[in-house]
């Protein structure tokens, strides 16, 4: 069983900057990839972000890249999520995810198998 909780979410205005963090336990949370999704009131869980399970591989939405970075620190079993230039369409809450026995990431949210609670982000205009 792997257990995930975020934090880190809260209201900022537009232009301004945030970091998810995602602390996992109950796995070697360094062996397997992870992923950062978003889901906003009446739309999919959509793709944000994802790293591979040493930190060397990321890759990311278009609608975030160049803005937002994944990265992670397998002694402390975390994830993070930076998050700059922020606008109100990134209002959403946001998810970690954790895809066990693989240690490459994907964009595809079924590939992966345990997920947080999720943290909620809000931008102001």
């Known amino acids: 069983q792997v257990q995930l909780v975020e934090s880190g979410g809260g209201l900022v205005q537009a232009g301004g900057s945030l970091r998810l963090s995602c602390a996992g336990s109950?796995?070697?949370?360094?062996?397997?990839?992870m992923g950062w999704f978003r889901q906003a009131p009446g739309k999919e869980r959509e793709f944000v972000a994802t790293?591979?399970?040493?930190?060397?591989?990321?890759d990311y939405a278009d609608s975030v890249k160049g803005r937002f970075t994944i990265s992670r620190d397998n002694d402390k079993n975390t994830v993070y999520l930076q998050m700059n230039s922020l606008k109100p369409e990134d209002t959403a809450v946001y998810y970690c995810?954790?895809?066990?026995?693989?240690?490459?990431?994907?964009?595809?949210?079924?590939?992966?198998?345990?997920w947080g609670q999720g943290t909620q982000v809000t931008v102001s205009s």
């Open positions: 995810s954790i895809r066990i026995g693989r240690l490459t990431g994907s964009s595809w949210p079924d590939a992966y198998h345990y």
């Open positions: 109950g796995r070697t949370f360094g062996t397997y990839a």
């Open positions: 790293i591979n399970w040493s930190g060397g591989s990321t």
